[in-house]
C-alpha cells in the first residue's frame, strides 16, 4: 500500500512538472511530432535515442553533455544510440563499426574512445582493417571483429537503423527522439545542448505521466 502511495505521488508530481513546463516547450517549435507514430506496447519505460556519427564534431562535443544527462536518470528511462550513415560511405562504414561494437558487448567501453580517437586524436579510420585494429584494444580479435562487421546480423541492423533515421526525419546530428514519438534537435528556438536536453526531460516526464 505504501509503495502504490509512493508511486502514486511520484507520477502525480512528474505529471505537475510537465504542465507546469508545457507553455515553455511546444509541438512544432521546441520538438516535432513523428508522423508514423507506433502503436503502443505496454512498456513500462520511456526510451531517449540519441541520433549521431563519428563524422560529427558536434557530436563529439554533445557526448559529455549526453553523459552527464545519463547519470541522472531513473530506471524508467532507457537511452540508446543509432548510428546514422546519411547515404555517405565513409559514415556507414562508421555506423557499422559501432552497430560491432553493440554485437561484441564492447560498445560503453568503445565509444567515447572512438570518438576522441578521431577528434583529439586526428586518427582517420580508412578500411576494415584500422578498425579491427583499433577495436583489438578491447580485447577482440582482429578477426572475430572483422566477421561480426561484414555478418548478416550487422547490414540487418544497419538497414533498420538507417530505416528508423528516415521514419524519425532525421536530417542533421546530434538529434535526439523520445519514446519513437518526438524528435529534438537544435534550433533557434532551442539554441544549445543544455536546452536540447532540458526538452527532453520535459518530453520524458510526459511520457512516465502517460504510463
Known amino acids: 500500500m505504501i509503495q502504490k502511495a509512493i508511486l502514486a505521488l511520484g507520477l ?10 508545457e507553455a515553455a516547450f511546444q509541438e512544432g517549435v521546441h520538438y516535432f511530432k513523428i508522423g508514423q507514430v507506433p502503436a503502443d506496447t505496454g512498456s513500462d519505460t520511456v526510451e531517449v535515442t540519441e541520433l549521431f556519427s563519428y563524422g560529427c564534431s558536434h ?7 549526453v553523459e ?11 537511452f540508446n544510440r543509432i548510428a546514422v550513415g546519411f547515404g555517405r560511405r565513409a559514415w556507414e562504414m562508421m555506423a557499422r563499426a559501432y552497430i560491432t561494437a553493440e554485437m561484441l558487448g564492447i560498445v560503453e567501453e568503445s565509444h567515447i574512445a572512438m570518438m576522441n580517437a578521431i577528434w583529439k586524436e586526428k586518427k582517420q579510420f580508412r578500411s576494415l582493417d ?38 524519425f526525419g532525421i536530417t542533421g546530428t546530434p538529434s535526439l527522439v523520445v519514446n519513437r514519438k518526438y524528435r529534438v534537435v537544435s534550433s533557434k528556438d532551442v539554441k544549445d545542448f543544455d536546452a536540447m536536453l532540458d526538452v527532453v526531460d520535459f518530453l520524458v516526464a510526459k511520457e512516465l505521466a502517460a504510463l
Not at 578498425?131 to 566477421?147: D, H, R, V
Open 12 to 21: 502525480l508530481i512528474v505529471s505537475q512538472l510537465a504542465m507546469a513546463q
Open 59 to 65: 557530436c563529439f562535443t554533445f557526448e559529455a553533455y
Open 68 to 78: 552527464s544527462w545519463r547519470k541522472k536518470q531513473a530506471e524508467d528511462v532507457k
Open 130 to 167: 584500422d578498425l579491427a585494429e583499433f577495436y583489438s584494444q578491447f580485447g577482440i580479435e582482429k578477426s572475430k571483429f572483422t566477421a561480426n562487421f561484414q555478418s548478416f546480423a550487422a547490414d540487418s541492423q544497419l538497414r533498420r537503423d538507417q530505416r528508423d533515421v528516415q521514419l
